[in-house]
């Protein structure tokens, strides 16, 4: 296999499912995407499941037979994925493959100091948001790139017909503060909030929707809440925002870059002003719209899933070229 062999045909890439949503997303670009299954269905290893119309070209592959297959780069997605997973179904070939490593969150310890797990300079490193790009510590690691969200919705038009704010957060109360369990305890007592998500329903939520269904279900809503004080920029906010609902958000991490504060939604560190701003758009169903249709604007401007197909082909293809290069090299000096 040579350089022009692999530019000129279609890509397989092999990665783990961790993120449902987002390996939806990855697969709308033209290429193949391999996924590991184990009949015990633990973390990355669930296939394809039910929830995600995903198409022909995600393949399940049983782990027991990942090592003796051919792919053109690997895909990283956790720090088990790069730590463990790796080792245990990759064979030593693969492992020498052209790699990528996709960091979907922000640092859990310290915010600023937090080294990154990836420690191969081989390896390229992928954010979600500018902002985590920002926070990690990725001194030594070559290649950081940023690929901000993509995504793609079925045809649904912002209602608003409900005149309560609407909250998709999976297991809200467990993750405590971070995903901001404290900010929407309070604000529901002076806001009419419903909670949907995996693990709400012992939290007064309304339970799990589905992700195919979860736009029509939202949009009935006046507005979308993000109570979440620290992570990347969320999937569930980009596809409310191309339904053309107004998002409420703390001022925190990317959102500042994303809504802009009296157009496109409310930001602010400020919770009493959010609640008085949360009321004016239930009392003002026209405003709502009115700010609804810049928020759809703005996502179909920024999340665009065909420039997001085409940033991940790209990095992949990039990362491919580099690593052919660097074994010529590599050869070379051996000779």
């Known amino acids: 296999m040579n350089e022009i062999d692999v530019a000129n045909r279609r890509l397989r890439i092999f ?157 809200i109360e467990q993750r405590g503060r971070i995903t901001g369990w404290d900010v929407f305890d309070e604000v529901r007592k002076h806001v009419p909030l419903d909670l949907i998500g995996m693990g709400t329903s012992g939290s007064g939520g309304l339970g799990e929707v589905l992700n195919p269904q979860l736009p029509e279900f939202i949009s009935h809503y006046r507005f979308f809440f993000n109570p979440i004080r620290y992570t990347s920029f969320g999937l569930a906010v980009c596809e409310a925002m191309m339904t053309g609902m107004p998002v409420v958000a703390l001022a925190t991490t990317e959102y500042v870059t994303v809504i802009e504060n009296g157009r496109s939604g409310f930001i602010d560190t400020n919770i009493e002003k959010l609640i008085e701003n949360m009321n004016a758009l239930i009392a003002d169903p026209f405003l709502a719209q009115k700010m609804g249709q810049q928020a759809k604007q703005v996502a179909l401007e920024k999340f665009d899933i065909r420039r997001f197909a085409s940033d991940w082909e790209t990095v992949f293809r990039e990362t491919i070229q580099l690593n052919f290069h660097n074994h010529e090299k590599e050869n070379s000096i051996y000779q």
């Open 15 to 171: 990665t783990w499912h961790i993120h449902g949503s987002y390996l939806y997303y990855l697969s709308q670009g033209d290429y193949d995407i391999f996924i590991p299954i184990k009949n015990e269905k633990t973390e990355g290893y669930y296939g394809r499941g039910e929830t995600f119309p995903f198409g022909a070209n995600v393949i399940e592959v049983p782990a027991a037979e990942v090592r003796n297959m051919q792919f053109d780069c690997i895909l990283f997605q956790s720090e088990r994925n790069f730590l463990i997973d790796q080792h245990e179904i990759l064979s030593d070939s693969q492992k020498t493959l052209p790699r990528v490593y996709v960091e979907h969150n922000t640092p859990e310890k310290h915010p600023t100091n937090t080294r990154h797990v990836l420690d191969d300079p081989a390896v390229t490193l992928v954010h979600v948001t500018h902002f985590n790009k920002l926070m990690w510590d990725s001194a030594g690691i070559e290649r950081v790139k940023v690929i901000e969200h993509g995504v793609c919705i079925p045809p649904v038009t912002y209602q608003g017909d409900i005149p309560r704010g609407i909250v998709v957060i999976n297991h």
